[in-house]
């Protein structure tokens, strides 16, 4: 759950963006544009925030009246190994310092679901961080690392535990709603595992700096899930992504890469086995949300639907491709 220092809205200082060229963080720029908020993004070309010895240059960068986003992390992609894993505690490490030399008027930690169990559904605030790999323990550990050091300083502390994102931009093009735009677009094909029957929480990009730029203006404390319900299916966004495509698409099925785990629930999870309407859980299987905070601490806010979402994702690719296409006939370069 969230707290408001500022119960109406007031434009932070200025922002300084911790990662500068990521995906969300070139959106959480452009809403500063928008708003009339100054900010500075700082990207690993000018700090490489996993040398802790750079603490002192980005301590001489900050200001007491600054609102700090945090977007840096070596994604699962970029390894998910220990060296990975060292390298993000030393970021959050390089932070830690810095603020021991300075102060921030509120901090915001871009999180990630992956702190939780996904056995344990539905999840919400309240649910226990049980990292199961890597990945999940980097931001639980660095989770930790912030609040204690802010929390010793009464800075506002807020963490933003993120589901899916998509949308244009996407840098990462993951399996869902980023890789089956594409493919389909440039392909005319998707492919599914199994019968992509997980279901999961994908939020659109607009939808995610919405709220990261009301918990600026609101300089809230807390945590929040940014998550969407109900949960759909992979399955289903193929389909929603086929019929929005405007040509034939053909929805390919491979073989899972890791096998459908069925565990009984535990006579303490009733609630969820009720929730779930009986149905088996595991790892890979489903990953839902009560999303009742979000209204809770921002009750005019409402998320973009997945069709909309996907619409729009759709329209932004086809510009993008068609810009490059024209490019390439005025240069006399052949498109792919």
Partial sequence: MLSHQNPSRMNPDRV???GAQGFISLHIQNWCIAN???SLSIGSSEIDLSDVGNASR???????????VMTSVLTPEKGRDYV???????????????????RCAHFVYLSSDAVYDAQKIPLDEDSAREPIDQYALCHTAREMML???????????CILRLTTVYGPGD??????????VRTALREGRIKLFGKGEERRSHVYIDDVVNLIGLTLVHRSSGTLNIAIRPAVSFGDIAKIVSDLAGKPIQIEHAERIVPVIHRPYKPTQLFRFIYNLGRPIGPIV??????SAVFSAFPEFRFTSLEAGLAHFIGAERSLADNGNAAASATGIKGE
Avoid: Q, W
């Fill in 16 to 18: 300084v963006i911790l």
């Fill in 36 to 38: 009339g908020v100054d």
């Fill in 58 to 68: 980005l301590a001489a960068l900050l200001r007491a009246t600054d609102a700090v």
């Fill in 84 to 102: 990975t894993l060292m390298r993000n505690l030393r970021m959050a490490e390089t932070i830690c310092t810095a603020l021991t030399e300075v």
């Fill in 147 to 157: 609040g204690a050091e802010l929390s010793g300083k009464s800075i506002p502390f």
């Fill in 171 to 180: 840098k990462h093009n993951a399996y869902g709603p980023n890789r089956f």
């Fill in 286 to 291: 489903h990953r839902t949300f009560v999303n």
